[in-house]
């Protein structure tokens, strides 16, 4: 059974000539889910050799630009390719304002479906999409706009064990996300800065590598993926070891690569 990422970007706000900004596509078992869309995001599916028109939901963990910023591109593509078929947007509250008054403003349009599940909780864990082959449960981040985790969890064929894959991506250090991260097989997680920057990634509402790896530790994962590189580390091989001090099951994200759950 198919149950993995490919990592369409792994850095941080400014994008670099290696590292495009966040977005990940989850396949389970030959459903495609979209995580996080930042600008650019439609090129690098295509140049992953993924299916557009494959992908039939969308789950946004904040509206920074760096997250969000691809969104009305994608649908307009959909939209010119002929797609039909509907898409599930699941993000923050007013994500549908941005999209819609994009299109009223700029004249652009779609004629397939558009199904939102607009988020606005502070605290616990909901349940935010499910179908045949999986489930997406979203709970709160602390950052500085309204940002939330994704727990997805594989609906498996036959008796097996079903696989947790959680994204968490932006956040500050908090260890009340514990429960919900808890147990994943593999866990996502920013590592922006690097430990010496420790007030920085605070004051901003990031993590450091180290502080991810003590996250994973603590929650019992199977393997932490890193991800949300600043352009600041061209070579990023001490945010890696900084988390496997903490967590010696790291491995840090790159463009383009693939990782079972």
Sequence with gaps: MN???TVLGSGAALPTGVRRCSAQVLNSNGFKLLIDCAEGTQDRIRYNHLKLQSLGTVIISHLHGDHFFGLPGLLSTMHLCGRTEP?????PKGAREVIETTFALTGN???FP???????FAEGMQRVFENHRCTVDAFPLVHSVPTYG???TEVPRGANKPRVYTYCCDTAYTESILPYIE????????CTFANELAELAEMRCHLTAGQAGR?????GVGQLLLTHVSARYREP???LAQATEEFANSVMATDSMRIDV
Excluded: P, Q
């Design 3 to 5: 149950y993995y990422v």
């Design 87 to 91: 898409v599930t947007i699941v993000a």
């Design 109 to 111: 349009h779609i004629e």
């Design 114 to 120: 558009v199904e939102w599940h607009e988020m606005d």
């Design 150 to 152: 994704f727990r997805i």
């Design 183 to 190: 147990g994943s097989d593999l866990l996502c997680l920013e």
């Design 215 to 219: 996250l994973a530790a603590k929650a």
């Design 237 to 239: 091989d001490l945010l």
